[in-house]
């Protein structure tokens, strides 16, 4: 019965949800988009980058392993493959992240605000279609162009499975956070694109946008750390960190190196994991010469030899065991520790949902300054006020 | 007939402008209602307002039943908008741009493709089908315009000074194309300041200026309600002493409230009768014995009409039977 009235339900919500006007302006807009040869190029071009790209990486990486093995580096040539492979994959999505933050926002920072200019806009709101479907559908049509170019470089990174190192799931992880990155930057381009009447000045702010929530707010991160350096003082939060999609892609490649390398220790290092850095034994004053855990810390194994805690979350593969030598640290009087705490899809997740929840709240405010009857109309100085008909009755 | 179109005190406040200070229409079905005034009259803001892209900050309007401000999505449904100014996109072919807009308003594929070819046919662009909309003049992107107003077979349209930037010759298609859509059944409200165009076409007018309604109703009701004179042309068979005679005869008629020669010859007439009285002045000028070659009232009535109203120091106070009611002064 219930399934029944939800069968019903379900085509009168669509149409509520918009559907139809998403349709009609998503079939307008690729069909401009994808008209000619443009979007064949395009696609071509970003390929022939990306394997170039991973092609020089790989070379780079493939020269200091041989330089390693003759000069006696110890290792076998799986373990020397395996690094390449990582090397490439982490490399790639670094250069695909920076791709997409810019191709993104530029390629939806145009979308309103070149029917305001060429004056187009009127004749769509007066149709039936509502402001969210104009939004959504200008949104995930310039976003489907940043897709197809995502999708197509797949069959490039794919290549780091003949070196290895790198997990199918690794590949998945990271493909998910290029996405949620493409989503929550063409959103904000979206968003800007809404506000601001010139396409000029909408991509001029967005791409200022980007930059602070990238290196804006990571810079804050860095000074905050820098100027309250103290064991006991609070941690800058790592959440200045969720908008910034390389930091998640550290953490993705945290997750592919095994928990134990240099992204891994930038993430701890961030999220105030302790790590061989953090661990300061014997403070006076403190019971037992110990270590007070905050709460949300968690202890890698090598510190608790023999593991007196077994609610403290263990990160997987601590690969050196109880061979740490971390001398008299006891760590003792837990507070609490945050089970989730060292988890290997800790971090980039929290990330991620940022990233979306950011992207759904661009759309809204798009949403509502799309809206000709809007009942809020923002004054930001230097921007005149605009008035439609600019005329006065005197 | 049944109003189709309705505002009441409809006022739109911009700051501290007032654009539309209180403007009540009524549009019976199957009119062409013509809103004439000057720039800044607030024509266009009330077209929006009545179009849903406006709210009012007073006053309602319906179209069709739909409330403007209550239920705009139903208003949309029964309106075609064309503003003053307007884009194309680029990129976009002629039948593509139709084609998006039918999918706007949700027709299903079959339709779409016969509205599609029935419009094309009907603006005379079927052979601009596949053209790109940008590479398109003028006159034949307003007619594409029109055209995309009418996908959804709407009872009312809304056309924004549609003949503005146009040739001569485009003024005249579009105006025959309006008189075909006016045979179709629709209620076209058309503003312009470009008077004789709607002269020819309306068939009720509203005058607006400074936000608010001067008059309005047919051009011959306002013109008599108003006692504002027309000008008559009078050619007589006649020259230099005898003209001038024929001249002081017109002048001693009841009415008549100015006369002059013209340089061609022609008499003008300030006058002030209505058409029976017209025709009156024409049979006692025959049974006087003048030798008349051409009687008729000049083509500008509208022009004339429209000065008279909106050149008044005070138009309030003097249109007072036909100013709208509103105390929002601006």
């Not at chain 2, 504002?228 to 409230?257: H, I, K, M, S, Y």
């Not at chain 2, 340089?263 to 209505?274: C, K, M």
């Not at chain 2, 500008?300 to 050149?311: A, I, N, P």
Request: proline content about 5%; overall charge neutral.
């Amino acid at each position: 019965m219930t399934a029944a009235t939800g069968r019903r339900r379900l085509p009168r919500l669509l149409p509520r949800l918009a559907m139809p006007g998403i349709t009609a302006i998503g079939v307008k807009e690729l069909r401009g988009r994808m008209r000619g040869k443009r979007a064949f190029i395009s696609v071509t071009v970003y390929v022939i980058l990306v394997a170039g790209f991973a092609w020089m990486v790989g070379r780079i990486l493939e020269e200091n392993a041989q330089n390693q093995m003759m000069f006696g580096g110890g290792f076998n040539a799986s373990v020397q493959s395996a690094g390449i492979g990582r090397g490439i994959f982490i490399a790639l999505m670094f250069l695909q992240t920076l791709m997409i933050l810019v191709l993104a926002p530029a390629s939806t920072a145009g979308t309103i605000s070149s029917e305001r200019e060429k004056q187009t806009l009127d004749l769509l709101a007066v149709t039936p279609i509502s402001s969210v479907a104009i939004v959504v559908g200008k949104l995930l049509s310039a976003l489907t162009w940043v897709f197809v170019l995502i999708l197509a470089s797949i069959p490039v990174t794919a290549l780091v499975f003949v070196y290895g190192g790198v997990a199918p799931d690794d590949v998945i992880r990271g493909y998910v956070m290029l996405f949620v990155t493409a989503i929550a930057f063409g959103a904000l381009g979206t968003f800007f694109s809404s506000l601001l009447r010139r396409s000029g000045a909408a991509t001029g702010m967005t791409f200022v946008a980007v930059l602070i929530s990238t290196v804006g707010l990571s810079f804050i991160w860095v000074f905050m750390n820098v100027t309250s350096q103290s064991v006991f003082a609070r941690r800058p939060p790592e959440a200045l960190f969720y908008l910034n999609p390389f930091v998640a892609q550290a953490d993705v490649a945290c997750g592919a190196e095994a928990s134990q390398g240099s992204w891994c220790q930038i993430i701890d290092t961030i999220t105030g994991t302790f790590t061989d850095f953090g661990v300061q034994p014997g403070f006076d004053g403190q019971p037992g010469g110990g270590v007070i855990i905050e709460k949300g810390i968690a202890v890698p194994e090598r510190f608790v030899p023999d593991a007196p805690l077994p609610d403290v979350q263990i990160r997987g593969d601590v690969g050196f065991g109880g061979n740490a030598n971390v001398g008299g640290v006891v760590v003792n009087d837990v507070l609490a520790v945050d089970p989730l705490a060292a988890g290997r899809d800790r971090y980039w997740p929290r990330s991620a949902l940022t990233l979306m929840l950011l992207a759904v709240g661009f759309t809204a405010a798009a949403v509502q300054l799309v809206t000709p009857t809007r009942r809020w109309r923002p004054r930001l100085p230097g921007i005149p006020r605009r008035r439609r008909t600019g005329r006065s009755a005197e | 007939m049944t109003s189709i179109v309705w505002a009441d005190g409809l006022v739109k406040r911009y700051d501290r402008t007032l654009a539309v200070a209180g403007v009540d229409l009524d549009v019976a079905e199957g009119e062409i209602f013509g809103l004439v005034g000057p720039n800044g009259a607030g024509k266009t803001t009330t077209l929006r307002i009545l179009a849903t892209l406006l709210e009012p900050t007073a006053g309602d309007a319906e179209i069709a039943g739909w409330s403007v401000r209550r239920n705009p999505n139903d208003v949309r449904r029964v309106l075609g908008f064309m503003p003053d100014v307007f884009g194309v996109y680029d990129d976009m072919r002629v039948w593509e741009y139709l084609d998006f807009f039918a999918r706007c308003y949700g027709l299903p594929a079959a339709t779409r493709k016969r509205v599609i070819g029935d419009l094309l046919e009907l603006v005379d662009l079927a052979d601009k089908r596949n053209s790109y909309v940008q590479g398109l003049s003028r006159g034949m992107q307003q007619r594409l315009c029109l055209a995309h107003a009418l996908v959804h077979d709407p009872k009312v349209l809304l056309l924004d000074e549609p003949a503005s930037g146009l040739d001569p010759r485009a003024r005249v298609e579009l105006r025959e194309l309006l008189r075909e859509l006016r045979t179709m059944g629709k209620t076209i409200v058309i503003s312009s300041h470009i008077l004789p165009e709607l002269e020819e076409l309306c068939t009720s007018v509203a005058i607006v200026d400074r936000g608010r309604v001067l008059a309005s109703g047919r051009i011959a009701d306002i013109e008599q309600r108003l006692r504002v004179g027309a000008v008559l042309r009078v050619r007589v068979l006649a020259e230099g002493e005898a003209l001038e005679t024929a001249r002081d005869w017109f002048a001693g008629q009841p009415d008549v409230a100015a006369s002059a020669i013209l340089p061609d010859g022609t008499i003008e007439l300030g006058f002030r009768g209505d058409e029976a009285g017209t025709a009156g002045l024409l049979r006692a000028a025959v049974a006087a014995d003048i030798a008349i070659a051409s009687f008729a009232r000049a083509a500008s009535d509208l022009e004339e009409l429209f000065l008279q109203v909106t050149g008044q120091d005070d138009p309030a106070a003097s249109m007072a039977p036909v100013a709208p009611g509103s105390e929002v002064a601006a």
